[in-house]
C-alpha cells in the first residue's frame, strides 16, 4: 500500500477503519465473489474427506489380490487399484498428505519469508542489501531440478527426523525453495510504512524495533500475506505432487495424490480411472485454492472499497 | 530513444553480467558440494563401485582424483587438471598430466552412466528440448494473444467470461495429468478411421525407420505441445487481457477515439502494442520455467531432450549430468532475466537503467 491509498482511506467513514469491520468487510465483500465460495466449499470438502479418511471400511494399505483393476462400483466407487485396494480409500489418505506437505511449506515459507522481509525493510541499509542479494541467489536456481536433486540425495541421508518421514523431507525442502516471493512482498510493505508518522510516534515513545516491527507494521501487510499464503498452498500442492509423480517426492505404500498417479501409470492404459481420479483431486484443489486467493485479493484490496463504498 | 542511451545500456547489461558471475560462482560452490557429501558421494551413482572390494575402490578414488581434498577437487572441476600431474593408473604416484578440461572451458567430465563426454549428450539433446519448447511457446503465445485482446474488448460478454473461466480452470491442470488423459484420449481410445493406428503418436520426435515427413513431425507435436502449452496460454491470455484493460483506459487512446480513429486502429495499432511490453517480459522471465515443466513433458512422451536427460540421470544418480544441467539451468534464469530488464527498457522509452 502506499501513501496514496492512505490518503483515500482517510475519507472513508471512521468505522470502515476499525479492526473488526475490517474482517467483517472482508468478508462481506469475499462472500459476493462466487468462484471463492464454490473454491471454499470445494476445499472445505476435500479437507473433510481426508480428515475422515479412516472411516471408510478400507484399509489403504492392505492388499486383496483378487479384487484387484475392479472397475468403479457402489462397493468400490473409484474401483480398486494393482493391489486391490480401494481407490477412494487411498485418494482420501493421499488428501491427508498433500494438504500436509501444503501447510508445511506455508509454514516454511510464511516463517522465512516473512523473517526475513521484515528485518531487510525495517533495518535497510547493509543488513537489505545483503539479505535481498541472497534472496536473488535462490530466485537464480532451477528450482524444480533443485527439487529433484535435494529429494533424491536426502532419501540417502541419516537424518533421523526426515528419514521416517518423506512428507517432512519434501515439506522441508519445497520450503526452503519458495520463501522468496513473501521475502519481497513483506519488504516492499516495510519500506514504505517505515517512514510513516505512527512508526516514528511508537519509536519516539520507546518502542523496541521488534515490537514496531510486530505490532505496527506487519499488521498492515496482513492481506497480501493471507492472500500469497493461499497460493503458496496451491504451489506447494502441485510441486508436491509433480515430485512424487517422478517418484522422487512421497514413497509409496503412503498414498499421495502424485504418487497413485505415477503408480497408475503402468496400467492406466486398460485401467484409466487409476490415473484419472488422483488427477482430478489435484485440479480440484488447485483450481479452489486459486479462486479463493482471488476472492481475497478482491476483498483486502483497498481501492475496490473505495469503488464500492456505496455497497458497504 | 534518446542519444547516449546506448552507453547506459551497456554499463548496465556489464554491470549485471558481473553480478550474475558472482551468483553462478557460489551457485557452483553449492552445487559441488551438494553432490559431493551426498551420501556414499559421488561414487555412489558409478555403476558397480559399491560391489567393488575396498582396495579397488581407493584406487579408482585416486584415479579420478576423489583422494584430494574437496577445495582441491572443486578447483579441478573448475578449470581442468591438463596442467598438473596427477594419478592416472591408480598406483599412488602422479605420473602425467590430466585431462580435464573442467566446465569453465566447457568441460564437464564424463557421464557415470554411459562413460561419454557429458556435453556430447547435452549437444544431443538440448535442440530437441529448444525445438518442443520453442513450439510450445510459440503456440501458446499465437492463441494467448488474440483471446486476451478479444476478451478485453468485450468485458464481460459471454466470450470473455468463457475464457477467463477456461483460463482459470487451464492455470490449475497440471501439464503431467493433462499430458496423460491427452495420451488416454488420442492415443488408447480414438482411432484412426482408415488404418486403425492411434489417432495421434504419443512419444518421441518422429516414426523411427520411416523416410522423412513434415506431417509425421507435427503429429509427433501436437500431443506434447498441447500438454505444455495449455496452462501458459491460460496464463498469458489472462495476462494480456489485464494489460490491455489497463491500457484502453488511459487518455491517449480517449484521445485517438476523439480523433476518429477507427476501432481497429484503436485496438492494434495503439492498445496492443503498449499492452503487449508486459508481456513480452513476463515470457522472457518464465522462459526457465517453460523449459524446466520438459521434465514432465519429455517423461511422458519420451521426447530425448534435456529434462528426460535430467530425470534418467537423477534417477541413476550421474552427477556430473546433473550437475551440467544444473550449471546450464542457472545461467539460462540468469540471462532470461536479463533479457527481460533490457527488452522492457528497450519497448517502453519511459525506461531507463540506473
Excluded: C
Excluded at chain 1, 509454514?107 to 525493510?121: M, P, Y
Excluded at chain 1, 516514528?200 to 500475506?225: F, M, Q, W, Y
Excluded at chain 2, 506434447?224 to 483506459?249: E, H, K
Excluded at chain 2, 492494434?268 to 524446466?292: C, E, M, Q, S, W
Amino acid at each position: 500500500m502506499d501513501q496514496n491509498t492512505f490518503k483515500k482511506l482517510e475519507l472513508l467513514p471512521d468505522r470502515l477503519l476499525e479492526a473488526d469491520n475490517t474482517v467483517r468487510i472482508v468478508w462481506k465483500r469475499f462472500r459476493r465473489h462466487s468462484g471463492a465460495m464454490i473454491g471454499s466449499v470445494v476445499l472445505i470438502l476435500l479437507i473433510l474427506g481426508s480428515l475422515l479418511a479412516p472411516l471408510s471400511p478400507y484399509d489403504p494399505d492392505e492388499s486383496h489380490v483378487l479384487e484387484r483393476f475392479q472397475t468403479p462400483s457402489l462397493q468400490h466407487p473409484l474401483g480398486t487399484d494393482a493391489l486391490g485396494r480401494d481407490l477412494l480409500t487411498r485418494i482420501l489418505y493421499g488428501g491427508r498428505i498433500s494438504m500436509t506437505v501444503g501447510l508445511l511449506v506455508v509454514g516454511i515459507t510464511l516463517s522465512i519469508g516473512v523473517t526475513i522481509g521484515a528485518v531487510s525493510g525495517y533495518f535497510g541499509g547493509l543488513i537489505d542489501n545483503v539479505l535481498m542479494r541472497i534472496t536473488d541467489a535462490f530466485l537464480t536456481l532451477p528450482s524444480l531440478l533443485v527439487l529433484i536433486l535435494l529429494s533424491a540425495l536426502l532419501r540417502e541421508v541419516d537424518i533421523p527426523l526426515l528419514q521416517q518421514s518423506s512428507v517432512l523431507t519434501i515439506g522441508v525442502v519445497i520450503g526452503l525453495l519458495s520463501w522468496m516471493t513473501f521475502a519481497r512482498l513483506v519488504r516492499a510493505t516495510f519500506l514504505t510504512l517505515r517512514e510513516m508518522d505512527f512508526v516514528t510516534a511508537s519509536r519516539s515513545l520507546g518502542a523496541s524495533p521488534l515490537r514496531i516491527i510486530v505490532r505496527h507494521i506487519l499488521p498492515n501487510a496482513i492481506g497480501p500475506i493471507i492472500v500469497e499464503s493461499t497460493l503458496e498452498l496451491g504451489y506447494a500442492i502441485i510441486e508436491e505432487s509433480g515430485l512424487s509423480f517422478l517418484g522422487f517426492g512421497i514413497q509409496p505404500p503412503t498414498p499421495s495424490w502424485g504418487n497413485l498417479l505415477s503408480n497408475a501409470q503402468e496400467n492406466f492404459i486398460r485401467y484409466p480411472w487409476l490415473s484419472i481420479f488422483p488427477g482430478l483431486m489435484i485440479f480440484l484443489s488447485i483450481i479452489s485454492v486459486n479462486y479463493i486467493g482471488d476472492g481475497l485479493r478482491d476483498a483486502f484490496d483497498p481501492y475496490k472499497v473505495l469503488q464500492t463504498v456505496g455497497e458497504v | 530513444m534518446l542519444a547516449g542511451t546506448e552507453d547506459h545500456l551497456v554499463n548496465y547489461v556489464m554491470r549485471r553480467l558481473i553480478q550474475a558471475a558472482v551468483i553462478m560462482f557460489l551457485l557452483s560452490i553449492l552445487f559441488f558440494a551438494l553432490v559431493n557429501l551426498a551420501p556414499g558421494g559421488p561414487l555412489s551413482g558409478y555403476g558397480q563401485a559399491r560391489k567393488l572390494p575396498p582396495e579397488q575402490v581407493a584406487r579408482l578414488k585416486r584415479q579420478l582424483g576423489l583422494d584430494q581434498s574437496l577445495p582441491f577437487q572443486y578447483m579441478v572441476w573448475l578449470v581442468g587438471n591438463d596442467w598438473i600431474k596427477v594419478d592416472l593408473d591408480g598406483d599412488g604416484i602422479p605420473d602425467s598430466y590430466g585431462t580435464r578440461h573442467g566446465i569453465l572451458r566447457g568441460d564437464f567430465g564424463f557421464s557415470f552412466r554411459n562413460r561419454k563426454p557429458v556435453m556430447d549428450e547435452i549437444g544431443i539433446r538440448l535442440p530437441n528440448t529448444i525445438y518442443l519448447m520453442g513450439v510450445t511457446i510459440l503456440v501458446s503465445l499465437i492463441v494467448a494473444i488474440p483471446i486476451g485482446v478479444i476478451s478485453a474488448i468485450k468485458q464481460y460478454s459471454f466470450f470473455d467470461i468463457f475464457v477467463t473461466t477456461f483460463a482459470f480452470a487451464g492455470q490449475a491442470l497440471p501439464d503431467f495429468w493433462l499430458g496423460l488423459i491427452l495420451i488416454l484420449i488420442f492415443y488408447v481410445w480414438l482411432k484412426n478411421p482408415f488404418t486403425g493406428e492411434p489417432l495421434l503418436p504419443a512419444g518421441g520426435i518422429f516414426t523411427a525407420n520411416a523416410p522423412f515427413s513434415i506431417t509425421d513431425w507435427i503429429a509427433h507435436l501436437i500431443l506434447p505441445v498441447t500438454a505444455g502449452a495449455l496452462g501458459w496460454l491460460a496464463w498469458y491470455s489472462r495476462f494480456l487481457r489485464s494489460s490491455m484493460l489497463d491500457v484502453i483506459n488511459q487518455d491517449y487512446l480517449r484521445t485517438a477515439r476523439a480523433k476518429g480513429l477507427s476501432q481497429t486502429r484503436i485496438v492494434f495499432k495503439h492498445a496492443l502494442r503498449n499492452a503487449l511490453i508486459p508481456l513480452v517480459t513476463l515470457v522472457a522471465l518464465d522462459l526457465p520455467y517453460i523449459f524446466g515443466g520438459a521434465v514432465f513433458i519429455e517423461m511422458l512422451f519420451s521426447w530425448p531432450g534435456m529434462g528426460l536427460l535430467y530425470y534418467q540421470s537423477a534417477l541413476q544418480r550421474d552427477y556430473p549430468v546433473l550437475m551440467a544441467i544444473l550449471i546450464i539451468g542457472g545461467i539460462a534464469i540468469i540471462l532470461s532475466n536479463l533479457l527481460a530488464d533490457v527488452l522492457y527498457a528497450y519497448l517502453d522509452p519511459r525506461i531507463r537503467y540506473s
